[in-house]
């Protein structure tokens, strides 16, 4: 696993496809957290946000490296076609704790707020939940879902959109909506745990869904 790990890395940073959604989390951070003050939420739930886009994005770029013929060649060198899928959620999932790491610092350093021990784990656990649900997104919009990248870029528009933006959908917009409306970072951590759980079984659905669509188109 390690060795695919670091095979999708090398192969990342060739292709540079990391730099546009890592350029879009920059600056939708930077825009939506500078300067702030007051309590943590909003500027948590806004630097989430950010992630969610970025990271499904992300997720779409990275498990799309390999033609489906490398893809088949790598699946044969790694023993099994979900060692592959493994190794590629897994270096975007580490990207991802990269970015969550500055999403959670950045807005301390750019605003002026006294964070409290609740407000960091609700800030970290707000990254988590709309990174998981983003790379959730990436895997069904990726390869071997849609071999098509334009199918693909509409298919991940739609789910994003869709997740941000319809009231009260769970676990993006329903934990967007509590961070923004509520500064008691202590009264809305268990609930934010719990939506945590539900984008990790969401992720773990879409990765069996691609993995069983990889198994039978080979």
Do not use: K
């Amino acid at each position: 696993m390690t060795a695919l790990v670091r095979y999708t890395f090398a192969l990342a940073l060739h292709s540079q496809r990391y730099l546009a959604p890592l350029f879009l989390f920059t600056g939708l951070t930077a825009v939506l957290t500078v300067g702030g003050s007051g309590p943590l939420p909003p500027a948590y739930a806004s630097s989430a946000a950010a992630l969610f886009v970025a990271s499904a994005w992300l997720a779409v770029a990275l498990s799309s490296l390999d033609e489906p013929s490398q893809r088949a060649v790598l699946a044969v060198s790694a023993g099994r076609p979900l060692r592959v899928l493994l190794g590629s959620l897994a270096t975007v999932l580490l990207s991802c704790l990269a970015l969550s790491v500055v999403g959670l610092i950045f807005p301390l350093w750019a605003g002026s707020y006294d964070p409290g021990p609740a407000d960091l784990a609700l800030g970290a656990v707000a990254q988590l939940t709309t990174a998981l649900t983003g790379v959730a997104i990436g895997v069904l919009c990726a390869r071997p879902v849609f071999r098509r990248q334009g199918y693909a870029l509409v298919a991940a528009l739609a789910l994003v959109m869709t997740a941000l933006f319809v009231p009260g959908l769970p676990p993006v917009n329903r934990l967007l909506r509590l961070m923004s409306a509520s500064p008691d970072s202590a009264a809305l951590l268990p609930g934010a745990l719990g939506l945590l759980a539900g984008a990790a079984v969401l992720l773990a659905g879409a990765a069996a869904l691609a993995h069983a669509v990889a198994v039978r188109r080979d």
